[in-house]
């Protein structure tokens, strides 16, 4: 069963894929938290990640780049010990390591969606082979649904889906590529 099928009419499912899932983000805010729960997706269902939302929110400071760039050893124990996120430090550090490569990255490049734009289009080999080369804890799922999920590939909306025509008005990257 496909995702749109399958989230219509679900309490967490629906409204994130109704308003959110395949939309073009361009706030860096936004696609950093797009990005730090997909890699706490990882092994886990994509609910389990919707439900924690609220409160990777608030451990994440508001996924402010700057603010979780600069965390340090007490802020990796604090989110160690919050029994509202996944606690997994190789998902911590991932969130720590991949602000400050973020920082870079706006040094560089303006923001994090003119880093994004600078490379598109890529074929899905080539953007997992930038991101794992640009940041950490990004495997192949990972990169693909944040990509599908931020509207740089296809395919996170059936055709006949209600919402793929809304985010076709859109204009998003993967269809100016």
């Known amino acids: 069963m496909s995702y749109c099928a399958s989230a219509s009419g679900h309490p967490d499912h629906g ?3 109704d308003t959110e899932y395949g939309f073009p983000l361009g706030e860096d805010r936004a696609l950093f938290e797009r990005l730090m729960l997909e890699i706490n997706q990882a092994g886990l269902s994509w609910l389990t990640v919707l439900r924690k939302r609220a409160a990777f929110h608030a451990a994440y400071a508001g996924f ?13 124990a604090r989110l160690l010990a919050d029994a509202g996120i996944i606690r ?26 003119a880093w994004l734009d600078a490379h598109h289009p890529l074929t899905i080999e080539a953007w997992l082979a930038l991101f794992c080369k640009t940041f950490v804890f990004t495997g192949p799922e990972i990169v693909r649904e944040f990509l599908l999920s931020t509207g740089y590939l296809p395919g996170a909306h059936e055709e006949s889906c209600p919402v793929f025509a809304r985010i076709a008005a859109l204009d998003p990257p993967w269809m100016r590529g």
């Open 64 to 76: 402010d780049i700057d603010a979780v760039a600069g965390f340090g050893a007490a802020d990796r």
């Open 15 to 17: 409204p994130y894929h």
């Open 88 to 113: 997994n430090r190789r998902k911590v550090d991932a969130a720590i390591e991949n602000a400050r490569r973020l920082v870079a990255i706006r040094a560089n490049h303006g923001s994090f969606s």
